[in-house]
């Protein structure tokens, strides 16, 4: 999502672009901070897990308070408007969205550094901290959390378990499932999620500046078969 909004988003220059997609990509993980054991949970061992509990019980359970469509974007968009003033706390929520976002792309990554706690501490904060000294001043911030949180929820939307009713659950407990699909099956793994890689790096492609750099190697290519 982060890739195909770019022509709307809020950012200037390739490096603003890159932080944009990785914001946008690793936050789209963020709700599933709601139980001990999810992805965002495990990923930076008791720095990550120890919060989990908390808010769990804050959204009251799984699949609730944080993906409620209208409640989340706005809740998480607010916490990253008051992080977004300052580096430091800037640093940890990039960090945390490409810790994420790592952890979402394991599967096409060479090797395992990515999966573990240490390894996966390095990589985004050293990526967060590099961004951000090329892109100071994120005001995007804000905007790339909530965005990634409701394509979270849009996406869980579509499964069996579906999401809340906006706001309205709590007053009474109702949920909205559109599709029967459901998750971790070969469907997601081996067909989905692939196609959705392929359709990111189509969109970066078409929306960035590594057009501009692509495009002229492609015509000296398709001279040289002609």
Not at 84 to 96: D, P, T
Not at 143 to 170: E, F, M, R, S, Y
Request: glycine fraction near 10%; aromatic fraction near 8%; charge should be neutral.
């Amino acid at each position: 999502m982060g890739a195909a909004t770019l022509p709307w988003a809020p950012v200037e220059g390739p490096v603003a672009q890159v932080a944009w997609i990785a914001a946008v990509g690793g936050m789209a993980m963020l709700p599933d901070l709601d139980h001990n054991g999810s992805t965002v949970s495990d990923m930076w061992g008791p720095v990550t897990d120890v919060p989990s509990g908390a808010i769990g019980r804050l959204a009251q359970g799984h699949r609730w308070g944080t993906h409620d469509a209208v409640l989340a974007p706005v809740t998480f968009g607010a916490l990253a408007v008051a992080a977004a003033n300052a580096f430091w706390s800037s640093l940890l929520l990039l960090a945390l969205a490409i810790g994420l976002a790592l952890r979402a792309l394991h599967f096409v990554i060479p090797g395992r550094a990515e999966n573990t706690v240490i390894g996966n501490l390095v990589l985004s904060w050293a990526g967060a901290w590099l961004l951000l000294e090329h892109s100071p001043g994120p005001a995007w911030l804000p905007w790339a959390v909530a965005l990634g949180v409701l394509t979270h929820i849009a996406g869980d939307a579509l499964t069996t378990q579906g999401v809340p009713v906006p706001v309205l659950w709590l007053l009474r407990r109702s949920r909205l499932a559109l599709t029967p699909l459901r998750t971790g099956t070969a469907l997601e793994k081996v067909v989905l999620a692939p196609a959705f890689v392929l359709v990111t790096l189509w969109c970066v492609y078409l929306n960035t500046d590594v057009r501009a750099a692509v495009d002229p190697v492609l015509q000296d290519l398709r001279s040289l078969s002609g």
